[in-house]
């Protein structure tokens, strides 16, 4: 998930401007989850970001030791070729929005928006986002958690073939050798397209829009998040006499804000990963509220900001590039208009 920034009302910039800001910004660092993150989440058996990674190297282990990097970024590719498409409509959305808001409010596009302005504006664009963003994230959670549940099959069929029979120790053992075991199964999806057409085939569309109700709340409320707690650390931040902070400013108000946000959204994307990660095999959860319910009676209440950690440990360097390359596209494109 790629948060962006609060985008001032300048008449001076058209709004197709911040369309391409937002892509060129977010396309400066993609922050779309990672392997380990998803694996965090939806697998009580890890203890923590260390124990995930040795156990991901360990499984994801070919001869190529390339291969084994690569097992890190299972599922991402989608994400990734997408990211700058789902910002720019995220951007547009929230300038937009902010724009109708201040002609409505105050008769004028260009006047100041108040922090409530700013925090609708931002949800209303985390809520256009999961529109466009659900059916990636259910092929990046199921490419993720394959191996998982591959390996969780092959550990059940090996376990009933150890097995004794019903006859007990003193049977005869079989006169004829056991035919040989072939090759495991391989992995159900392929890649990213093949998985969201086997996912329409099988499940509908609403398997693509599956946890997409978890998805609404962590989007919605984390953009608003980080949309107002930039605009307020960005006010803390701007020299006496001057209209917008200088680098530094925006490097901490930037990955401050993006900490921020991720608190906020940790708790959902624990239980989104969760209900998109249910479709294959047997289905554990009815809904949202029975996903929640079942994963804090089982794991307590800190499953729910499983991957916290993880996620606010890249959420400040991510977003602070992120806005040093919205603020560097955003005076580029004030020269060139100027």
């Known amino acids: 998930m790629v948060l962006g920034t609060v985008v001032p009302l300048s008449p001076s910039v058209p709004q197709i401007s911040h369309l391409r800001r937002g892509s060129l910004s977010c396309s400066a660092h993609s922050q779309q989850g990672c392997d380990n993150q998803v694996r965090i989440q939806t697998e009580p058996k890890y203890t923590g970001i260390w124990h ?24 991402l590719s989608l994400p990734v070729c997408t990211v700058s498409l789902v910002s720019s409509v995220s951007f547009g959305t929230y300038r937009h929005c902010l724009t109708h808001i201040c002609r409505f409010r105050y008769g004028s596009a260009d006047a100041k928006p108040a922090k409530t ?11 256009v986002r999961v529109f466009l963003t ?28 150890r097995r004794p029979s019903a006859s007990g120790p003193s049977a005869a053992p079989p ?12 992995p159900k999806y392929r890649g990213p397209l093949h998985c969201l057409a086997s996912v329409a085939r099988e499940e509908g569309l609403r398997g693509l829009y599956k946890g997409s109700s978890a998805l609404l709340f962590r989007d919605g409320h ?9 605009a307020i650390l960005c006010e803390q931040l ?38 998109q990660a249910d479709g294959q095999g ?36 991510v977003n602070m590039v992120v806005f040093v390359t919205y603020e560097a596209v955003l005076r580029l494109m004030r020269g060139l208009l100027s």
């Open 52 to 75: 995930c990674i040795r156990d991901t190297y360990r499984r994801e282990r070919v001869p190529s030791t390339c291969r084994q990097v690569w097992g890190f970024y299972r599922g």
């Open 117 to 127: 302005d700013i925090t609708l504006s931002g949800f209303a664009s985390g809520l």
């Open 134 to 161: 659900s059916p990636t994230e259910v092929a990046k959670v199921r490419l993720q958690t394959q191996t998982q549940t591959q390996t969780q099959t092959q550990t059940q069929t090996q376990t009933q073939q």
């Open 175 to 186: 006169t004829c050798p056991a035919p040989p075991v072939g090759r495991a199964p391989g």
């Open 222 to 230: 984390s953009f608003a998040t980080y949309f107002l707690s930039y």
């Open 238 to 275: 701007t020299p006496a006499g001057r209209s917008r902070p200088d680098v530094l400013g925006v490097l901490v108000a930037g990955g401050c804000a993006g900490v921020l946000a991720w608190a906020v959204a940790t708790p959902m994307d624990v239980i989104k990963s969760r209900l």
């Open 282 to 317: 047997q289905r554990r959860y009815r809904g949202l509220l029975h996903c929640v319910v079942t994963s804090v009676r089982e794991e307590g209440p800190r499953v729910l900001f499983k991957g916290l950690s993880l996620n606010c440990c890249r959420a400040f360097p």
